[in-house]
C-alpha cells in the first residue's frame, strides 16, 4: 500500500474522531507512519522538535510568508495596497524590499517553536500592521491575525488586503487550470489537492471563505479566512460599475500554477488584474468610470480552479481578519479558531517575554525598561529571519582559477539538487538567503536561549557537505532567490570557501554540553523525567539535559567533518617551502581573490597584497583554520578517534607558531599578511584593522605572549587607528587605503568583528592576568568598558532614529549605512548587553 494512501485513511479516521491522533507517530518530512517505532532518545527529540518547528513564517523575503519544512507543500503570503487613487497600487506589498519607505518593518515579540508578533509601519500606505501568527501545542496547526491602523490625518483610508496559498508538489490531475474531478479518489503520492469549500461565486463572498486540501506531506487540513469584527468598515460606492466588483465582499480567484511559482504570487495578481481592467475597459468604457476600489478588484473571468487560491479584502478605515490553518491531526481542543485566536496570542506573547527576560538579563548600564524592548526586537527579529529553503543551485565544477590570475571569472552553472536548508538571512529585505561565514554569528546570540535550535539548522547545514567536502559559501536554492540576486553572483565554485564560523559555534555547543553535565549532573540523562514526560515547554535545552542526543549526533556527522575540514585545508594551502618560509606547511592563501576584492574572505575589500601574488599568504585564513583545526579536535575527542586527535593536536600548536612566525611583524607591531617583492623575498603586507587582530579574535595568540597583547589594545584604543565613538573602525585611519573605492571593509564599522573583541579583551584579561602587567589590565578593562558601551548606545539610538538595526555603522558619524533589518551579526548587540559592566 502506498503510504499516502494510508496516511489519507488514518486522517480521515482522525477528522472524524475514530482515531485518537495522540497514539500516532508522524514523520513531518517523509509523511509515513512509523509502524515499528524507534524508542532512542534521538528519535524522540527529533519528533518533538520537528513538529515544534514544522511551520513558521520561513518564507523571510516577504513581509509575511508561511510553509512547513516540507519540501513541496503548502505556501501561504500576504500582500496589500492603498486603494485610494489610480497611481497608488505602484506601492504593492508583497516582498520585503530594501527600497521600501518603512518606518518599521520587524518581528517585536517572537519564537519559532510558539510564534509571535510582527509590526509594519508603511509610510507610503499610511498604515500600522499589526501581524499576530500562533500555533497549536502539537505545532500541526496555526493562525494569523492581521490587524491594520491607519495613520493620523488617514483615517479613512482605503487598503486593499491579498490573502494567498498554493499547493505545490506533482499533480496528474490537473487540466488547463481545472480539476478533472475533484470529487474522485486520487492518488496523493505527490501534492494532493487544495480547494475552495465555498459555491464559487463571481460576485463575491460574505462571511468565511474556506478552503480543504491534503498533501503527503500534511495530511487532511482546513484553511478558513473570516471577515473580521463588525468594527470592520468596507469602502461604500453609489453605485457598482459591475456587480462583481463589490468592496463590501470578499473576492475568490484561482488558477493551477507548476511547481516553482507559487512565489510569483504577486506578478501573476497584477497581470490578471490588468486583464480583469482591459476587459471591463472594452465592456464599459472610459477608465474614470471606476472609483479605484472597484477598479482594483480582481475578477474571475476564466473560472479556473487550480492549486494557487487568492482571498482579496478590501477596507476602510482600521480593520482586522483571521486566517486559520487547521491539520485534522490537531486535537479538537488544540484546534486554532476564531472564537480562541485572540487568547492564543496573548498566551504566545506572555510566554515569549518570559522566556526572553529568562535568558537575557542586560547589566548596568542597558538594564532599563527601553533597553529590554530594545533587546526583544532583536533576539525576536534575528528568530524571525528563520527561513526554510529548498531547491537546486547553480555549481561550476569545471573551471579551474589560474594561479596567475587574479582577475574576475565568469562561472558558468550547472544546476545541482535540490537540497533544502534549515537556516538564518542576514537582513530579510536584501540577503534572504544563507551565508555560511554569517551562520555562525547568527547563532550566537541563541545559545543559551535555545540550543536546541542551534543544533537543528547546525545539522541542516552540515547536511550540504557534499561527496568531496565543500559547502557553498551563498545558499541560493531555487529560483526565487535567484530572483534577488545579481547574475554574476549566482554561480557557486568548490575553490571557494568561507570563514568557517559554524564550526566555531558547534564547539561552543559541545563545551556548553560538557560543562552542563558538569555543572547540573542531576539534570542530565533525562533529568525531565525521561523522554516521555517532555512538552513543548523543554524545547531549548534537552540536548543540554540529554547530552547524548548531541553525542548520536556528533558520532553521525564526524566523517563529514572531517572530509569538510579536508576538503577546506586542500583546496587554500599556501606556498612555503617555494618561498623559503621554512618545514611548517600550516600557511594559507584564500582562493579566488581578484586585485580588488576577496569575496571567499567575508571581508570583501579589505586592503591585500598589490601587486597580488601567489606566494600570499593570509593571517585571517590561518586563523579560521585554527578555529577549524580547534573544533574538529573536540569533536574528535568527544566521538573517540585517537588517531585524529593527536595528529589534529599538531596541526593546531603548527598553526599557531605560524601565526607568529610567519605574520607578526616586529617592525610594525601587529599580525600581518604576507607576501613577496619582485626578488622574491618575504614582504609584510601590514593594513592595520580588523584583519590585524585575528590571532587574538579567534584566540588563537598564546596567552603569555602579553608583548603582543599589549600592541594590539594600544591599537584598539588610539583613535588614530581604530576607535570611534561608535565602536572600532575596519581600517586604520592612518591607512593610505582608509575610506577609499567601494569602502566595504575600508572604514565602518562591523557589530560581528567589535563583538569578537569584547569577548578576546574579557578573556585575555582573566587568562593572561597572571603575567600582564597592571597597566596592560587597565589597558583591557577601559578598552572593554568603553567599547561596549559605545557600541550599544550607538546601535540603540540608531534604531531608535531609524526604525531599524543595519549592516554596518559610519565611523565618523556613527549613522546607519548598508542593508537596513541586518538583524544577522548585527544581533550579536543583544549579547553585548548581557555581558558584565566591567572585567
Not at 396 to 412: A, C, G, M, N, P
Not at 696 to 708: A, G, N, Y
Not at 776 to 786: C, E, I, P, V
Not at 794 to 801: A, P, R, T
Amino acid at each position: 500500500m502506498r503510504y499516502g494512501l494510508l496516511y489519507l485513511v488514518v486522517s480521515l479516521f482522525v477528522f472524524v474522531g475514530l482515531v485518537n491522533s495522540d497514539s500516532i507517530e508522524f514523520d513531518v518530512y517523509s509523511g509515513e507512519d512509523q509502524v515499528e517505532v524507534d524508542d532512542s532518545l534521538s528519535y524522540k527529540y527529533d519528533q518533538l522538535s520537528n513538529n515544534s518547528l514544522l511551520w513558521g513564517p520561513y518564507r523571510t523575503a516577504l513581509y509575511f510568508g508561511i510553509r512547513p519544512r516540507i519540501p513541496r507543500s503548502l505556501l501561504s503570503g500576504l500582500m496589500w495596497f492603498n486603494a485610494d487613487g489610480y497611481n497608488t497600487i505602484g506601492d504593492f506589498r508583497h516582498f520585503y524590499e530594501q527600497g521600501d519607505n518603512m518606518g518599521k518593518a520587524n518581528w517585536v515579540q517572537y519564537d519559532p517553536r510558539i510564534g509571535g508578533r510582527q509590526v509594519i509601519t508603511d509610510n507610503d500606505c499610511h498604515i500600522d500592521i499589526t501581524i499576530d501568527f500562533v500555533k497549536s501545542n502539537d505545532g500541526r496547526s496555526w493562525g494569523v491575525k492581521v490587524k491594520s491602523t491607519p495613520h493620523a490625518g488617514y483615517e479613512n483610508i482605503k487598503t486593499s488586503f491579498v490573502w494567498y496559498s498554493g499547493l505545490e508538489g506533482k499533480r496528474d490531475d490537473v487540466q488547463d487550470g481545472q480539476f478533472e474531478d475533484p470529487e474522485a479518489e486520487v492518488d496523493i503520492s505527490g501534492a494532493g489537492y487544495f480547494r475552495l469549500d465555498n459555491e464559487k461565486d463571481v460576485k463575491g463572498h460574505e462571511g468565511t471563505v474556506k478552503f480543504s486540501g491534503i498533501s503527503d506531506g500534511l495530511g487532511l487540513f482546513e484553511l478558513e479566512i473570516n471577515d473580521g469584527p463588525k468594527s470592520n468598515k468596507h469602502p461604500v460606492s453609489k453605485y457598482l460599475v459591475d456587480p462583481e466588483l463589490d468592496p463590501k465582499k470578499s473576492h475568490h480567484y484561482s488558477l493551477n500554477v507548476p511547481d516553482d511559482n507559487v512565489w510569483k504570487a504577486k506578478d501573476i495578481f497584477m497581470t490578471m488584474l490588468q486583464d480583469s481592467i482591459q476587459d471591463l475597459l472594452t465592456k464599459h468604457g472610459e477608465l474614470d468610470k471606476f472609483p479605484p476600489e472597484q477598479l482594483f478588484i480582481m475578477r474571475d473571468i476564466q473560472n479556473f480552479e487550480g492549486n494557487l487560491h487568492y482571498i482579496q479584502k478590501m477596507y476602510q478605515g482600521s480593520a482586522e481578519f483571521d486566517i486559520i490553518f487547521n491539520n485534522a491531526l490537531t486535537p479538537q481542543d488544540d484546534k486554532i479558531t476564531f472564537d480562541n485566536i485572540k487568547d492564543k496570542i496573548k498566551t504566545t506573547l506572555s510566554s515569549f517575554d518570559s522566556k526572553f527576560e529568562k535568558h537575557f538579563s542586560p547589566s548596568k548600564p542597558f538594564n532599563k525598561k527601553k533597553y529590554n524592548t530594545f533587546g526583544k526586537e532583536i533576539v525576536s527579529g534575528l528568530l524571525g529571519g528563520l527561513s526554510y529553503f529548498y531547491g537546486d543551485h547553480l555549481v561550476d565544477r569545471e573551471t579551474v582559477f589560474d594561479e596567475d590570475s587574479f582577475e574576475s571569472y565568469e562561472l558558468k552553472g550547472q544546476t545541482e539538487g535540490p537540497y533544502e536548508l534549515f537556516t538564518f538571512v542576514p537582513s530579510r529585505p536584501f540577503f534572504p538567503r544563507g551565508f555560511y561565514w554569517d551562520e555562525g554569528f547568527h547563532l550566537l546570540p541563541l545559545l543559551e536561549y535555545d540550543s536546541d535550535l542551534v543544533l537543528e539548522v547546525v545539522k541542516s547545514w552540515f547536511n550540504l557537505i557534499d561527496d568531496e567536502g565543500w559547502i557553498a559559501r551563498e545558499q541560493i536554492l531555487g529560483p526565487e532567490l535567484r530572483s534577488r540576486v545579481p547574475e554574476q553572483f549566482q554561480v557557486q565554485s568548490p575553490e571557494i570557501v568561507n570563514p568557517p564560523t559554524l564550526m566555531l559555534v558547534f564547539s561552543s555547543l559541545l563545551e556548553k554540553s560538557r560543562a552542563f553535565q558538569v555543572d547540573e549532573p542531576a539534570k542530565a540523562k533525562g533529568g525531565y523525567g525521561g523522554m516521555e514526560s517532555f512538552n513543548q515547554e523543554d524545547l531549548g535545552s534537552i540536548i543540554m539535559n540529554n547530552p547524548e542526543v548531541l553525542t548520536n549526533f556528533t558520532k553521525q556527522i564526524y566523517p563529514k567533518l572531517k572530509l569538510h575540514y579536508d576538503k577546506f585545508r586542500s583546496t587554500q594551502q599556501g606556498y612555503v617551502e617555494e618561498f623559503d618560509r621554512g618545514t611548517n606547511l600550516e600557511a594559507y592563501r584564500w582562493r579566488g581573490r581578484t586585485s580588488t576584492h576577496s569575496l571567499a574572505s567575508g571581508l570583501d575589500d579589505y586592503p591585500r597584497a598589490l601587486p597580488a601574488d601567489i606566494a600570499e599568504l593570509n593571517v585571517d585564513l590561518l586563523s579560521w583554520i585554527g578555529v577549524m583545526t580547534r573544533s574538529i579536535k573536540l569533536v574528535a575527542e568527544l566521538v573517540g578517534y585517537e588517531d585524529d586527535y593527536k595528529q589534529l593536536a599538531e596541526i593546531e600548536l603548527n598553526i599557531i607558531k605560524n601565526l607568529n612566525d610567519l605574520h607578526w611583524s616586529e617592525e610594525h607591531k601587529t599580525y600581518c599578511d604576507l607576501s613577496v617583492n619582485e626578488d622574491d623575498e618575504n614582504v609584510y603586507v601590514c593594513h592595520k584593522g580588523y584583519i590585524s587582530l585575528f590571532p587574538f579574535l579567534t584566540k588563537l595568540m598564546p596567552i603569555e605572549d602579553v608583548d603582543k597583547l599589549e600592541h594590539l589594545v594600544d591599537m584598539i584604543l588610539d583613535p588614530e587607528e581604530l576607535w570611534t565613538d561608535f565602536g572600532l573602525r575596519s581600517l586604520s585611519k592612518s591607512d593610505k587605503y582608509y575610506g577609499t573605492a567601494e569602502n566595504y571593509w575600508r572604514s565602518p564599522i562591523w557589530i560581528n568583528i567589535n563583538y569578537l573583541v569584547l569577548d578576546s579583551l574579557q578573556y585575555y584579561k582573566a587568562e593572561s592576568s597572571y603575567k600582564a602587567s597592571k597597566s596592560l589590565l587597565d589597558k583591557l578593562g577601559k578598552a572593554y568598558s568603553q567599547l561596549r558601551v559605545n557600541l550599544v548606545d550607538n546601535i540603540f539610538k540608531q534604531w531608535q532614529k531609524t526604525g531599524f538595526v543595519w549592516e554596518q555603522y559610519d565611523d565618523t558619524t556613527g549613522e546607519a549605512k548598508g542593508a537596513k533589518n541586518f538583524l544577522g551579526w548585527t544581533s550579536t548587540v543583544a549579547l553585548m548587553m548581557n555581558m558584565p559592566e566591567k572585567i
